[in-house]
DNA sequence: CAGATTTGATAACAAATGTTATCGCCAGCA
DNA sequence: TGCTGGCGATAACATTTGTTATCAAATCTG
């Protein structure tokens, strides 16, 4: 699947939910015409818009390639037939609700550092805790998942390599 | 339970979940000496450290009460027991995954205002989604919410009650 | 009641961030 | 080969936001 690819577009009703083989996928949306770049996911990563797969509503984001990818993708029965598999047995139930509320946890820590840190720290965070995003995704695609201009995120750089 | 009455301290591990019958209580945490406030509970809602309650870790959020306070508690065992037979019956269960996936999707949203809104069109939002908080808590508190300073929540009050 | 604490507004100045425009580099392609 | 579009750096200037300090009103407390 070539680079630049939209596999999922802002307002359809996502069918099917996607895992990443090879590659790098972004999502993002519009914001009044403005693109505005809110996830990243590399190799091994399940990507979906969960909110419109699971509540089939339109989906509040596109999904598209940024290098050329391998995908597994599954759909809507299939997914709902292994969740109900799966929570059929206690144990993996257990570890299903972990693996659901891990998800949820990284969302509260994703908010904190908006609310806690700099653009700076927020784009050291991201050099120390996903390295391979900073080096494989065009950086203005970085910079307004920091929440900031292209530009800033240019002199932020400039800034850390005198520094 | 009076006001400013500390129920969780951060780096404790949570052992109660509370529930919120009347006041305000707030998460907040310590970061480098600031106090920077994550969250408000009002009447109605669920209230606990999920993570560290989850998870047995230490906590990183501290609550306390805003408002004097009435609270319902419940230790592990009591949660616990009721996920268990809540998950025991599917169609309950379905419901709970849905709980737990719109606790997710609001975590997401939060995340997303902090990309693409301005610290004006945050507190705005906040006006009308819960304009109750902005009545009862301090600004000094919503303004650290906001990601804000309380100076600059000031401001734009004064803007906004100009424009 | 009197004093202390909390809360909120405002001013003056400093620092961070956005806007717009320009330039150069490089990969893809006709 | 030369052209084109995407990408990244940088400069000049505008705007937003933070910092520090001061004052006033409200609230709590003994």
């Known amino acids: 699947m070539a680079a630049r690819t939209v596999i999922l577009k802002e307002g359809e009703i996502a069918k099917r939910i996607f895992w990443v083989e090879q590659g790098a996928i972004r999502a993002w949306f519009n914001n009044d015409g403005e693109d505005i770049t809110f996830q990243f996911f590399l190799?091994?990563?399940?990507?979906?818009?969960?909110?419109?797969?699971?509540?089939?509503?339109a989906?509040?984001?596109?999904?598209?390639t940024i290098e050329p990818c391998v995908l597994w993708c599954a759909d809507k029965e299939d997914v709902e037939r292994i969740i109900n598999?799966?929570?059929?047995?206690?144990a993996l139930r257990?570890?299903?609700?972990?693996?659901v509320f891990e998800r949820t946890f990284d969302y509260m820590k994703h908010c904190l550092s908006y609310i806690k840190?700099?653009?700076?720290?927020?784009?050291q965070n991201l050099l120390n805790e996903k390295p391979?995003?900073?080096?494989?995704?065009?950086q203005h695609y970085i910079a307004s998942?920091?929440?900031?201009?292209?530009v800033h995120l240019s002199r932020i750089k400039n800034k850390l390599a005198k520094g």
């Open 43 to 57: 190799e091994g990563s399940m990507v979906a818009s969960i909110e419109s797969f699971r509540k089939n509503i």
């Open 59 to 64: 989906s509040i984001i596109s999904l598209e």
């Open 85 to 90: 598999e799966i929570t059929e047995v206690p």
């Open 94 to 99: 257990s570890l299903f609700i972990d693996v």
């Open 117 to 123: 840190d700099s653009p700076q720290q927020r784009y």
């Open 132 to 138: 391979q995003i900073v080096q494989r995704v065009p």
């Open 145 to 150: 998942y920091l929440g900031i201009t292209k």
